[in-house]
């Protein structure tokens, strides 16, 4: 089945470089993305969404691109620190499921380490 | 609260045991979703309730698997017979509406032994 997935398992980065994580994603009904931050014992949290009417967002100290021609999805953290020590994860909202539901698709997740 | 609410944390049970997980969603929140996650993977899509209706329950695995949120507010997720592949953990997620953003809680971690 169609799903949302991610091209690197882990990822390491000097503390106060730019993070760049990648997602693909192959259903072309997707038209809401969310990246989500999950720490060790925690649920996953909210960081930035787009919706596919943009290509570009950003938040505070991160912005998210998005590639509708190429199906691809990245999270750019800014100045990363220790705190951001965690697995990232892209989700895709598939509108129109007919289902009456709102189902996020999860990829499997990006674990990023910051090294001090 | 001000967040969703999960428990137990943490659930050991034997093979072929039941359990029943607890959410309390944020108050006020119409609609509420279960996801599992396995070690190591992104969580996935098991039910979904908007008040007390259940609309879409095509995530759960098997008829093993049994969702309830009688009063629109606090939801179970029941497990009969549990077998070593349930293990995982369980997420409850909460939002104003549908579409809009959800808030998750710690989850629950279920262990069968």
């Known amino acids: 089945g169609e799903s949302v997935g991610l091209h690197l398992p882990t990822l390491s980065v000097q503390e106060g470089d730019n993070s760049i994580i990648n997602c693909a994603y192959s259903?072309?009904?997707?038209?809401?993305f969310i990246w989500y931050k999950q720490e060790s014992g925690k649920g996953p949290q909210f960081i930035i969404d787009?919706?596919?009417?943009?290509d570009k967002r950003q938040g505070q100290r991160v912005t998210v691109l998005l590639n509708k021609t190429v199906k691809h999805l990245s999270l750019q953290i800014a100045a990363t620190q220790p705190g951001d020590s965690a697995v990232y994860f892209c989700?895709?909202?598939?509108?129109?499921?007919?289902?009456?539901?709102?189902?996020?698709?999860f990829g499997k997740g990006t674990k990023l380490s910051v090294i001090p | 609260g001000a967040g969703v609410s999960q428990s137990p944390r943490y659930k050991v049970a034997k093979r072929g045991q039941d359990v029943a997980l607890r959410c309390d969603p944020i108050?006020?929140?119409?609609?509420l979703f279960w996801y599992q996650q396995a070690l190591g993977q992104g969580p996935e899509f098991l039910t979904y309730?908007?008040?007390?209706?259940?609309?879409?329950k095509s995530g759960l695995p098997s008829d093993r698997f049994f969702a309830e949120r009688p009063e629109g507010s606090v939801s179970t997720l029941k497990i009969q017979r549990t077998q070593q592949e349930d293990s995982a953990v369980y997420l409850c997620?909460?939002?104003?509406?549908?579409?809009?953003?959800?808030?998750f809680g710690s989850g629950t971690r279920l262990t069968v032994v």
């Open positions: 997620a909460s939002s104003l509406a549908p579409d809009y953003g959800y808030t």
């Open positions: 259903n072309s009904a997707s038209d809401y």
């Open positions: 787009i919706r596919s009417n943009m």
């Open positions: 989700a895709d909202y598939p509108r129109g499921s007919g289902a009456g539901s709102y189902q996020l698709t």
């Open positions: 108050s006020g929140h119409v609609s």
């Open positions: 309730f908007q008040n007390e209706a259940q609309l879409d």
